[in-house]
């Protein structure tokens, strides 16, 4: 298995396809060794974001994942990244059904499933480091262009103050 | 049937009356099949959705609790809203007027300037189309109407993000059985497997379809998209069934724009809940707006009985 600490989000999305595309038996094969690799890479994905702002990556669990701890920690202050916590929460469950039972008929497609859970989580951390507001109006209730409203009162909030 | 929401204020929402009006079309069809009474408010305005709250929250909040009242004027104790966004707002409406003072003066000071009462909160239930369904038919009262089986049909459900966050202007979710869950809805999956449909497990009910940014960032929104519908098409699905008039223009526009820019063709159906429902219960695909979808459905309805 590579390295997932020093792989970025495209290093990341090649390993996504080569694990959507790869036979049966070899997924089969791995089972075990590749639900945990789906989640090492889910914490490599948030770890990056994290990084990006400057935060160190937490190494606590949350309900026994450090995935949802990294969640919760990016969440904090941002509640736009609530967008992604049920898919933090499909990795863990997938992880969890095939690293339970990796002999079930139904592993190989368990897997992949797993794998493009951890791709919406790719494009979506990738696309919230291209446009930060990503996810913010429909899950945080949190108006994009707030400081900007701050910052201009005169012309934007002046109706309040008119009345 | 509980004969809870029987009769309902209906709140469809600027959406609805455009790139959503197949969903009008279904929603009034469905209630008017089910004989449930939906009265539209009068006079409503637009609920602030991401343009006016983007700029000024509080405006927002004006704005949602202007067509409360009008539904409280009316006589109505239950506004019902098909749209996802719309519902967020009413509710999000409502739980700021419950816990904000800002908000409730602001709104008690435009109130005034317009002319109208002032919404209080606690006053008027906002309730999405889902919980209308859910509520004042049942599983087992749908069951029993039911003419067209959907049985054949392999349904992804999509509740999008809107419909279960943030979770604390839902306080009536998460509330054990019977109720829906913010973190693994399954009040459309009810509904469709009373209908006959099989829902398949899909494991991005919820996830990010990149809405907000469809035009801004219309390349990250392609992507998020064609991700949802192929995971759709591995879980074996051949419909995506969306309760929301925002996502369900984006996964067919961007199902047309990942093939037209990305050269990856996807097959998978997207259709309304209430316009699978209401086939179900005998009404035509006409009847409830397939013709008015993007994504054409009719060669797959037909194969299967309906249309």
Known sequence: MPDVRTMNLNDIAVRLDWMLAAPDATLVAAAPDLADELLSRGEAILEIWLTAHDATPTINKVEGFRLLALHRQGARGDASFNACRETCRELVYHRNLVFLDPTHPDTARRLRLGAMVARHLTLFIGGKLEVAGLGEFCCSSRPLRQREAIAQPAEIAGYSRRM | ?307
């Open chain 2, 1 to 307: 049937m509980s004969g809870k929401y029987k009769q309902v204020a209906y709140y469809p929402g600027c959406a609805l009356e455009g790139t959503g009006h197949s969903y009008n079309r279904s929603t009034k069809a469905l209630g008017k099949a089910l004989g449930l009474d939906i009265v539209e408010l009068k006079n409503w305005n637009c609920c602030g959705a991401m343009e006016v709250k983007n700029v000024d929250p509080k405006l927002q909040t004006y704005l949602s609790s202007r067509n409360l009242s009008i539904a409280e004027n009316m006589g109505f104790d239950t506004v019902m809203v098909p749209c996802n966004g719309c519902y967020h707002n009413l509710k999000k409406a409502e739980y700021d007027l419950a816990n904000d003072s800002a908000s409730r003066e602001v709104t008690d000071r435009l109130s005034r300037k317009a002319g109208h009462k002032t919404y209080e909160a606690g006053k008027v239930e906002t309730i999405h189309a889902l919980d209308w369904i859910k509520e004042a038919i049942g599983e087992d009262g749908l069951r029993a109407r039911v003419k067209n089986s959907l049985k054949g049909f392999k349904i992804a459900n999509y509740y999008g993000c809107m419909y279960t966050r943030p979770r604390h202007i839902f306080p009536e979710k998460d509330k054990g059985a019977g109720s829906e869950s913010t973190s693994k809805p399954h009040f459309m999956d009810d509904l469709l497997a009373a209908a006959g449909a099989e829902n398949v497990e899909y494991p991005l009910k919820t996830a990010c379809c990149g809405g907000a940014h469809t035009l801004s960032d219309s390349d990250t929104s392609t992507k998020l998209v064609l991700n949802l519908l192929t995971t759709a098409e591995a879980c074996g699905a051949d419909v995506i069934a969306t309760e929301c008039p925002t996502c369900h223009s984006g996964l067919e526009m961007h199902q047309m724009r990942a093939e037209k820019v990305f050269g990856r063709k996807t097959t998978v159906k997207i259709l309304y809940f209430t316009q699978l429902l209401g086939m179900a219960l005998g009404l035509s695909a006409r009847k409830v707006g397939v013709h008015e979808n993007f994504s054409d459905c009719l060669d797959l309805l037909r194969a299967r009985g309906l249309g």
